[in-house]
């Protein structure tokens, strides 16, 4: 029985038959494409204004450092209350946070210090919203849908990352203002969609608020070694990478593109992992995910090289869809792995963690590309990452023997 439905044809579209699975695949959506738009803006403003690339890392630390400072409530918070309800209101933030930046530019930038503060509270925004909607996938869709969910929610991540990035270099190209107005328009979307959706069941924490309670999702990760190789791997790989963070020193300088450009080479990531997560959807890991995971973990840093040294539009732009590509794959598997091994009480504080790692890859990733840069120069801090995460890989393979050795992504074995 195992063998016939293991040869059975996958539903590629299994999630979507949930409709509150629907609801939320387009809210993430909304709420990453106007994110992206953001991004772009912001990068590109910061930049032109001070054209220092330690700026465009600051951007990335600072919306970083209120997932590290709120870690223990915002999981807690994800465990204890609706998590729709956090995502929610959360989105609504986000949207205020768009109007601010709207505001400030019409009355005209002169100082990088106000988009900052802005951006602190955006990071709050996201630490709530992160952890909830990580752990919400797992209360909309029965776990034989889960791996499918995961694709599906990854692929809605990944086209709002290939549209929006060039959505946003063409509005900025148009007006700061009009591409903070339409990312203002899509948060608010995004939280009318999210307040849309049934309340799921969740099993909430019956724990009594405590010290021990707040600390459970770091004792339960550092218990399992599987999910603590799969967490650390991904920090520690983009950590060493964060080349997204100099693109618009390469869009500029090296490859001398205008904002245009920048949301092309911003798109590309996405455009590789797109297809990479359709793929998956049909075609789940079925077997060797663990030691998948880590090879191409280490491919994402091959890729990484490749961009660092290249002065080609097209062949930078096509390592950055492989990087995308690669890169989804692990994504795909760490994201199937903690979810399913994690109990639901748990899933908000786990995930919280998990999001404390992810920013601090993507968001120290870029403070220490943008520091290295302004160092030792654009390319070599670029370079030097990729060769880090590819060491990374490798060196994790032999400190994590049990995560090497996961064969299936149907649950604990």
């Known amino acids: 029985m195992t063998a016939a439905a293991?040869?059975?044809?996958?539903?590629?579209?299994?999630?979507?038959?949930?409709?509150?699975?629907?609801?939320?695949?387009?809210?993430?959506?909304?709420?990453?494409?106007?994110?992206q738009i953001v991004s772009v803006a912001v990068g590109?403003?910061?930049?032109?204004?001070?054209?220092?690339?330690?700026?465009?890392?600051?951007?990335?630390?600072?919306?970083?450092?209120?997932?590290?400072?709120?870690?223990?409530?915002?999981?807690?918070?994800?465990?204890?209350?609706?998590r729709r309800l956090i995502m929610g209101l959360s989105g609504l933030l986000e949207?205020?946070?768009?109007?601010?930046?709207?505001?400030?530019?019409?009355?005209?930038?002169?100082?990088?210090?106000?988009?900052?503060?802005?951006?602190?509270?955006?990071?709050?925004?996201?630490?709530?919203?992160g952890p909830a909607s990580s752990a919400l996938v797992a209360n909309l869709v029965p776990p034989e849908h889960f791996a499918n969910a995961v694709a599906w929610n990854s692929s809605a991540w990944q086209t709002a990352a290939i549209v929006g990035p060039v959505a946003g270099g063409l509005l900025y190209g148009l007006s700061a203002e009009i591409a903070y107005s339409t990312a203002t328009v899509m948060m608010a979307a995004a939280a009318v969609l999210i307040f849309s959706i049934p309340k799921p069941a969740q099993r909430t924490s019956a724990e009594k608020a405590s010290l021990a309670s707040l600390f459970a999702g770091f004792g339960y990760i550092w218990r399992e070694k599987i999910v603590l190789g799969a967490i650390s791997l991904d920090l520690f790989a983009v950590l060493m990478s964060g080349a997204v963070a100099l693109l618009p020193v390469y869009a500029r300088d090296i490859l001398e593109l205008g904002p245009w450009g920048l949301g092309l080479l911003r798109a590309a990531p996405g455009i590789g992992a797109l297809l990479v997560a359709v793929w998956l959807a049909g075609h789940?890991?079925?077997n060797h995910a663990g030691a998948i995971m880590l090879f191409f973990v280490g491919l994402f840093g091959a890729f990484t090289v490749v961009f660092g040294l290249s002065t080609i539009t097209w062949l930078s732009i096509f390592a950055l869809a492989m990087l995308g590509a690669t890169d989804m794959v692990s994504v795909y598997v760490r994201e199937t792995l903690i979810q399913l091994w994690t109990p639901d009480e748990l899933r908000g504080r786990v995930n919280a963690v998990n999001m404390v790692f992810i920013g601090a890859s993507n968001e120290l990733g870029?403070?220490?590309?943008?520091?290295?840069?302004a160092v030792i120069g654009a390319v070599p801090a670029v370079v030097v990452g990729?060769?880090?995460a590819v060491a990374v890989a490798g060196l994790w393979a032999v400190i994590f023997p049990q995560l090497r050795k996961v064969r299936t992504l149907s649950g604990r074995e």
């Open 6 to 35: 293991d040869a059975a044809p996958a539903d590629n579209y299994a999630a979507f038959r949930h409709s509150a699975f629907l609801r939320f695949w387009l809210a993430r959506f909304f709420t990453t494409f106007s994110a």
């Open 366 to 373: 870029e403070f220490r590309a943008g520091t290295m840069a």
């Open 95 to 129: 949207a205020l946070c768009a109007l601010a930046l709207l505001v400030l530019s019409w009355r005209g930038l002169t100082s990088p210090l106000p988009v900052f503060v802005v951006l602190a509270v955006f990071g709050t925004a996201r630490a709530f919203f």
């Open 284 to 286: 789940p890991i079925r």
């Open 44 to 82: 590109w403003q910061i930049y032109d204004l001070t054209r220092d690339p330690l700026d465009l890392g600051l951007v990335g630390i600072i919306q970083f450092i209120p997932s590290l400072l709120l870690v223990l409530v915002t999981g807690a918070t994800a465990d204890r209350f609706g």
């Open 386 to 388: 990729g060769v880090g």
